[in-house]
């Protein structure tokens, strides 16, 4: 015989599919269509910093996270906040489409960085020295404003083989 669940179980049960829903449109509020966490996080940052990395039960840990883009294009970043990149040791590809970035610190050229992306974007300062003895191939600079670049930067960063695209 069937015993009816009880009142208590059925109010479990409905806080659990309430949760697991509340976390899925987090998830999808906060890291956007066509992501595969936690190989690949696509975010959003709208304003000031509301860009976050710290969701471990939608991406699972910080060392599988191998490429994370960011559409920024209305929003700024901080050198604070960015430092977090820095949790991410495997991280090969950076992306941040668009706003401003105050600087980019030196803690998010993470040793395995080979393409950093910045297009379109307002960006008060780059590591250079950073850059220049890291393993980045790739800099997509294209239709950036970089404040503190100079043409010979460009040049020096050609001749260490990487590749500048502007």
Excluded at 51 to 74: A, K, L
Excluded at 139 to 163: C, F, V
Aim: net charge negative.
């Amino acid at each position: 015989m069937i015993q009816p669940i009880n009142e208590s179980e059925k109010n479990r049960i409905r806080n659990l599919h309430r949760k697991h829903f509340i976390l899925n449109e987090q998830a999808r509020n906060i890291i956007g269509v066509g992501h595969r966490p936690p190989e690949h996080l696509s975010l959003r940052n709208e304003a000031y910093d509301e860009v976050t990395f710290d969701f471990p039960e939608i991406y699972g840990t910080n060392e599988d996270t191998r490429r994370i883009d960011i559409n920024n294009s209305r929003g700024m970043l901080t050198p604070f906040r960015l430092m977090e990149l820095s949790n991410f040791p495997n991280l090969k590809i950076l992306h941040i489409n668009g706003g401003v970035i105050e600087s980019l610190p030196p803690e998010a050229i993470t040793p395995n960085l080979t393409f950093l992306s910045l297009p379109s974007t307002k960006i008060g300062d780059l590591p250079l020295e950073v850059i220049l003895n890291s393993n980045i191939k790739t800099l997509n600079l294209r239709n950036s404003q970089i404040m503190s670049l100079t043409p010979d930067d460009m040049d020096m960063m050609r001749e260490r083989g990487i590749n500048v695209i502007i």
